[in-house]
């Protein structure tokens, strides 16, 4: 039960409203969850529509949150709104200022209107007291339907800035904005400035409107008499906002409470926490920029505005969350929107009786599930409909099929029509096979070729039939195995090389691609072919298989690295001996074939002087000393000198290009 008590020609709850049992019964149940109901299945013929259908939203609790701000924060030395304040109320975003000392540059309509576009917005409304000194005004983000200013018989300078504003919902809402009489030794004319906010607001507000007073009052006192005199019509008892740091105190020097933003009862029930970034202030916030943090949350405010020159007061920030019925929304989607198209969903009608019709595309058939989700900002539900358009089977798939032998793979037969379709199909392709209940032609074809399928779709509204072509193209084979080649000698053909092992998903042979041709001194890789057996069915198959051509007479394999030195003493000096007469192993020549080039490494003493070691290359070993040649050997040192049992070495390297001019290297050594 709601206790009110009767002032003038308004009703209102009493201040203990804010506290204990007067909370609960005002604040309405959490637990709340709308339903959307009345929709049913419904059944079209093809080029038809159906509707206007009714259906009711239940148990919906659509808000809008309204953030107000007491703004009274002029700064320098003309009392005027400078960047400081203008970067506050940015920051903080209300929707609805109630704003003192509303001077900005000449004040001339051009400036008001300038500011308040960029502060707000162009879609922001604004009405300012037609006053020379400190004039009040309201700003909203909504249409100000009326305003005006009462008279303040206490001060000349302003008056009582009031405008109505039509908020979402039903009710419209009241603010008014002042500025009382400043100073601790004038409470008695703000008493007087109160009793006359409570007989204009008593004349004029009618009872079913919100109503929000806000702005500078200067008292000292949260029981100052002005106070508990508007609190016949206002919830003025605490909680009140606060800083972070929970300072309710609004002047400069943060010492007394001078602003206030007020809510009659019904309103102030319905306030709701003040939400920054991820901060929540549940009571509203008194902004300091000085002790805000984080900053970045109301950018673009500096930390020093609000102490800045003059500043005259800390913003103060409230949020109410009202009912507003047309903020229900009602979004639909559909199934299938080639069928219906989400623009041929029309829903109409207001507040919780709503109507919805359905025209499906002329030329589709199908069926369709249209569902409606409503939401009033906090929940949502939903509620589905299907609408069948009925009609016969009409075969949609392309004019052709296509596969690939040994390659399993898909096709679809479509259709549209009324569901459920059973498909089917005459003389597919072997290997092939189809799947009555959605038309999926799967399989892997075992033969090439093209042929002619007979497709239906069928229902109970009719038969389709259609003939489609299918094309199945040969498959490649596919080796699984690599043959292995046997090594030639210098001069032969590949064809040489006999190919064994090798296997491949088919039967067939392995060839040389290019079998006449001879390849160079070395291992390399050259192309072999598959030929598959079933050549009407399955393509060839080309892969790399390494030779190895060998010298004529010869192998590299048994020959180091064709020393010719003999003498005892050179041996010392040269090709891996450590200590006179004696070689290590890790230190003996070795040759090798890389890249085409025959590398010999060796190692020689650097403990002598006048030895002499040459490399030198031949066509033929059994050439002798006359087929020796030194042109086109590269022979370097690798890294630096090393230290072997004692004896400091150098590694060097010896390499000729292997060609049809030179094939083997030998080196020798001398004292000069």
Known sequence: MRTFLPIGRRWFLPQAVKLGLGIWLLGGFAGYAGTVSDLTDRVIVAGGTTGPMDF?????????????????????NNQTYEAPGTRILQGLQPDVVMIQEFDV??????????????????????????????????????????SGSWDDTIIGDRGFAWARIDIPGEKNLWVVSVHLKASSGFASQRQTQARQLVAYIQANVPPEDYLLLGGD?????????????????????????????????????????????????????????????????????????????????????????????????????????VPALELLTVTVSSSNPTLVPIANVVVGGTGVNRTVTVTPVASQVGTATITLTVGDGVSTASDTFVVTVGAAPVITSTSSYSGTVAVAGTNYVTATGTGPISYGASNLPAGLSLISSNGMILGTPTQAGSQQVVLTASNSHGLNLRTNSFFVGKGTATITQVPAASAIAAGQPLSASV??????????????????????????????????????????????????????????????????????????????????????????????????????????????????????????????????????????????????????????????????????????????
């Open 217 to 321: 009052l200067n008292t000292f006192s949260t029981t100052e008499s002005c106070v508990r005199t508007l609190g016949a019509l206002l919830t003025t008892a605490a909680p009140h906002p606060v800083d972070q740091a929970g300072d309710p105190d609004t002047n400069a020097n943060r010492n007394e409470q001078y602003d206030w933003v007020l809510a009659e009862p019904e309103l102030d029930s319905l306030e709701t926490p003040v939400k920054i970034g991820a901060l929540s202030f549940a009571h509203g916030l008194v902004f300091d920029s000085r002790k805000f943090t984080p900053l970045n949350s109301v950018s673009p405010v500096l930390s020093g505005d609000s102490g800045a020159s003059n500043m005259q007061h800390m913003a103060v920030v409230r949020a109410f969350a």
């Open 56 to 76: 009711t939203l239940s148990d919906f609790d659509p808000k809008q949150t309204i953030r107000t701000v007491a703004a009274n924060i002029t700064s320098g």
């Open 499 to 672: 190919l064994t092992g090798g296997s491949a998903s088919t039967a067939g042979t392995f060839l040389w691609t290019m079998p006449n041709s001879v390849p160079a001194v070395g291992t390399a890789s050259y192309g072999v072919t598959f030929n598959p057996s079933d050549e009407a069915n399955y393509h060839p198959a080309a892969t790399m298989v390494a030779v190895t051509v060998n010298p004529a007479g010869t192998t590299y394999g048994g020959w180091l690295a064709g020393e010719s030195a003999s003498d005892g003493a050179l041996l010392d000096y040269a090709f891996g001996a450590v200590t006179p007469g004696a070689l290590d192993p890790s230190l003996e020549p070795t040759v090798a074939l890389v890249e085409g080039n025959l590398v010999l490494t060796y190692f020689v003493r650097q403990n002598t002087s006048g030895l002499t070691v040459r490399s030198k290359a031949s066509v033929d070993l059994a050439a002798g000393a006359a087929g020796w040649a030194t042109s086109g050997i590269t022979d370097v040192a690798v890294g630096g000198p090393t230290t072997v049992n004692g004896v400091s070495v150098q590694q060097r390297t010896a390499s000729v290009a292997v060609t049809e001019g030179q094939k083997f290297l030998k080196l020798e050594a001398g004292q000069e």
């Open 105 to 146: 540059n000449s004040s001339s309509t051009a400036d008001l209107r300038n500011w308040v576009d960029s502060t707000f917005g162009p879609e922001f409304n604004y009405f300012r007291e037609n006053y020379s000194g400190i004039p009040n005004g309201v700003i909203s983000r909504w249409p100000i339907v009326a």
